[in-house]
């Protein structure tokens, strides 16, 4: 290995895009493959941005944030199948940040297609249209599009490593590259001899990559397997490093008490905060106050004995306040049409249905508090902390302290949870704002939980008023108006810390995601419209698992429950005969949840059924749900999911995350809810912000299907269908159609 002591940066390229007949410069530069950010060194020879040679093996540098769903270890599958390595024999690192590992399945994802009607055209106009986020450098986990990024390129970059391996061999072995082999990290010469990737890396890493074929997926010895996680000893043993286990030499500690009503401080009074043990200094933040201290509990004690008087909230300050606020939206015209099929406000003969639903705020209350460890220097700033957009980190931070973003250097950690919530960048912002103040000394900012409640991007509250019409028990009309702030516009608007203005509030625009789960849904209604409603709120919003569709799911597929009863059908028929002739893998994800239920047989008293199904994330998912009363409480029994996810890479890992993402949204169905007084989050842990513990969580039965033509999502699919289903199987057992969430309002549970 000797040789690779050699070897400077290297910039190996990986794919290679071409367009029939040349290309034109701004199309080159739309397609040109972005620069290998990796240094190579003694001892590690960068291949591509993804795929390092070291002295002990194959190292894969991912571009997604690993917070618990296992995209690190299918990745590490993805790379082992074409570049020849024992998958166990893979370590998997987070990549820095850098435009390199741009997310291209979410950018494409915004060209309006009918995501479950996309044909091989439209596909291939997302995958061009995807290298539009190289250019904005937009480095997300998120979307459920880890696997629908990473499906073609990871194994694009084994393949290429391989190749080029292979080349750098026959080159020292006087051999045709074709007449080579490779084999558990080895290139095999016919007559035995072997080279291993080790001993060619130098040379490899100077050869340009060819074009190469991917391996027919029935050679596959990984995927489409369930393996075990890449971190699971280093988490079970306590190995794994959190960003909260960061410890560096000559560590300070901080905590932050900023505005619960995101406006700022009028005064403050640090004297009692002052006179304690272990305080190193408070500090004048603008919108609140931080306390410096020898460690983490008395930071957290200090901030909290200081006096602040608060300046009110621009929002409403109360829960009916905001509420108010959500519905004064439709008296305004809709900023969004999501679909407008055949003439859905006109009057059809039939059966006429209205109703009107709501959801609650939400918060992500991650099981790992928010935090973050800075250093700052004079030309330099280190940042530590786990996060879900390295590149948005970088320029925030940079931003914040004055400096180029190449200045910043940010370490993502492996998390406990993000689901959206680390997409924003306050907290590390907040930590460098600290560490500016203390050059030279690193500093960890930790959250209490009631700071992480006071000042979450919450998820939206919502409003939908849904009108039906049904007839001869077929679905005529269905016309659905949603009114609820925008995440997108919201954050694309807002700076990453300063309160946000009544100004920047008065947002312009459209917002399909805003109405996922009902517009997109594969169902043929002769009149279908979906229209929304943007509200201008200043209270600050943000992604939160599955976005859109958490709401739109239960609004849309809990009315559609209604139309079902109204018509005199089966509520599981019904939804498959709408789906019939749209979408035959949801048609199949229903049959199945429905056979896997025994959905046809007669139920003893007390016990019942309810179906829920969303198309979410170029996903179709169903779920059943069994409640059962006891002693006048309801239990949820048992849950059975269907979906399909196109290519099922790893169905441990896909049935781990539909558990957990049902468990999610079952969770907030039941009981999830943040309310507001005085401007400010009335909850503050989990003794007032629950989940469902095991005692009261379902047994499980899934079914993963792979009849739809292209890969899907798969982290936050098993959440939009768990509020409906729930919904739809406690009006089966009461007769009470609960409308607004949380049911626990309406119903008890055990």
Known sequence: MGRVAKIARRTFLVGSAAVAGGVAFGVYKFVEPAPNPLNSSEGRISLNAFVIITEDGVTLVSPKAEMGQGVHTTWAALIAEELDVDWKDITVIHGPPAKA??????????LPFKDYKVND?????????????KLLSLQMTGG????RDGFE????????????LKRAAGKRLGLAPDALETRDGQVIAPDGRTLSYQDVAVEAADINPPSVELRDPSTWRYLGTSLPRVDMEDKITGKAMYSIDVVLEGMKFASVRMSPRRQGMRRFDASAAKAMSGIDGVIDMGEGIAVIADNTWIAMQAVEAVDIDWEPSLYPDTTAGLMQEIEAAFDAAPNTVGRDDGTADADHPGQELLAEYSVPYLAHATMEPMNATALFTDDALSIWCGNQSPTSIQSACAQEVGFEPEQVTVTTTVMGGGFGRRGEADVAVLAARIAKKRPGVPIKLTWSREEDMRRDFYRPAAMARMRGVVNAGQPVAVDVS??????????RARPALTPFTVEQAALSGSDPEGLSGAHDQPYQIPNYRVRGHIVPSTLPIGYWRAVGASFGGFFFDSFIDEMAHAAGRDPLAFRIDMAREEHAPSVRVLEAVGEMSNWSAARSAGRALGVGFTYSFGSPVAQVVEVVEEDGAIRIAKVWIAADVG???DPGNIEAQLTGGCLFGLSAAVMGEVTFRDGEAEQSNFYDYDA??????PAFDVQILENAPYIGGVGEIGTPPAAPALGNALFALAGKRARTLPFNQSFSFV
């Not at 459920?144 to 696997?147: A, L, N």
């Open 101 to 110: 590992y741009y997310n291209s399945a979410l950018f494409g994802m915004a």
């Open 121 to 133: 055209f439209q596909q291939a106009m997302r995958e061009f249209a995807g290298n539009g986020a």
């Open 144 to 147: 459920s599009t880890s696997m």
């Open 153 to 164: 390129r990871m194994r694009l970059a084994g393949a290429t490593a391989r190749e080029v």
């Open 482 to 491: 949603f009114a609820a702030s925008s995440v997108i516009l919201q954050s």
């Open 647 to 649: 290519i099922a890479l």
């Open 692 to 697: 469902l513990r095991m005692g009261a969580a």
